[in-house]
């Protein structure tokens, strides 16, 4: 039970968007046939019908959910946490940290191509020992904060994304809104009058194209912050690694001078 449960809270993003692009996704379809029941009466349409018959403008708005769905599969296989501090990696920095074997520990991190083995394979050799009280970590602090500065924007580039997707589709839909209305209100001036049940025909399918254009949007939205979260999670912890492992280290190496600076008696008290 405990097992599933922590399964549960490590996949807990995936899940949220899986609900979430089910939801916009098919409730769409759902209210349409609810609104078909309650009428009665006239031909049910699918969604399928409803988005080829709302035009030319569904093309891109179809091609930004392609690219929403495609962007939130890379992400989650991105942001994982053996791609990121894997817990092999992390004790073994840790252990060698603990001994002062800081050639093992970049050693060990050079061979892993995680976020943490490249944050410490290239911070980790600036330590200074020459400097037996720090060990240099204001140079090694500064190392992985340059180091996170270079690798972060690779990430969040592919992140962004679902941002521009998110304005975009929005955009797209109310374009083809506004052309569908134009068209409409083009054909009842021709026809010198107006059939309601055809105007709203008309005005029922140039709509199409902003709910479209929203089931698109609002998806992108939260996966947008969902990744982004996850994200500075997982580059928190790796920096939280590497700067425990120096702290550790820095421990080690000034232990028999902090036991020399205990007043006398206080141990035996």
Known sequence: MSFNLSFLRSKRHLITLAL?????????????EDAAAAAGEGEK???????????VFMAPIGILSVLMITLAVFNALQLSKKKFVPPGLRDAILANMAD????????????????????????YPLVDATDPENLGRTKVEDAIADF??????????????????????????LFGTVAGMIMAFDTMGLAGGSDP???????????????????????????????????????????ETAIEGLELAIGTVNADQQLAKVPEGISEG
């Open 197 to 239: 049940s055809k105007l709203a025909g008309d005005i029922s399918l140039a709509l199409m194209t902003t709910a479209g254009g929203l089931v698109v949007a609002i998806p992108s939205i939260f996966c947008f912050y969902i990744f982004k979260n996850k994200f500075n999670q997982l580059v928190a912890n790796a920096q």
């Open 148 to 173: 996170s500065i270079r690798e972060n924007s690779r990430y969040m580039s592919w992140i962004g994304y679902f941002s521009v997707i998110a304005q975009a589709a929005p955009m797209i839909g």
């Open 45 to 55: 349409k699918t969604l399928m019908d409803k988005i080829m018959d709302a035009g």
């Open 100 to 123: 002062v074997r800081v050639r093992s520990s970049i050693d060990v991190a050079a061979q892993d191509p995680s976020y943490l083995g490249r944050m410490a394979a290239s911070s």
């Open 20 to 32: 979430v692009l089910f939801v916009t996704l098919i409730a769409p379809d759902l209210f349409g």
